[in-house]
């Protein structure tokens, strides 16, 4: 059970990572999100390391921006084993961003199947 975590180190974070991802990542685009993603080699440390972004330009209200986040973390924990593993396997590191772009709060069920075609894309880049 523990393996489903969302662990400290799955969460993208310092400056130099979050600014490679967006300058030297990859992107695309799965309703309601826009993901950027990057690969790179690491020994160290495989798997993958996530990033939710929420503009408050769509949502005001930070309660309805924390409830998305959630929900797409929740999401990411529960389907994120594949693509972890291929990379933990291959000795890479996925730095991706996902960022919410609908202006409503769309149902659970629908940003699940986003983050699972997100990841099955990124799978196929490992």
Same mark, same amino acid.
């Given at each position: 059970m523990d393996n489903n975590r969302l662990l400290?180190?799955?969460?993208?974070?310092?400056?130099?990572?979050i600014g490679t991802l967006f300058s030297d990542g990859s992107s695309g685009f799965s309703y309601p999100f826009r993901y950027v993603f990057v690969i790179s080699d690491d020994e160290s440390c495989g798997g993958v390391s996530l990033l939710v972004s929420v503009p408050k330009k769509n949502h005001k209200r930070a309660v309805k921006r924390n409830k998305v986040k959630r929900r797409t973390r929740e999401a990411f924990r529960l389907a994120k084993s594949d693509v972890s593993g291929m990379a933990a396997e291959g000795g890479k590191r996925v730095d991706m961003a996902l960022i919410y772009v609908s202006k409503e709060i769309e149902e659970y069920r629908t940003i699940e199947?986003?983050? #699972?075609? /997100?990841?099955?894309?990124?799978? #196929?880049? /490992?």
């Open positions: 400290k180190q799955e969460r993208l974070s310092g400056r130099k990572r199947n986003a983050v #699972g075609k /997100i990841l099955a894309e990124i799978a #196929g880049h /490992i």
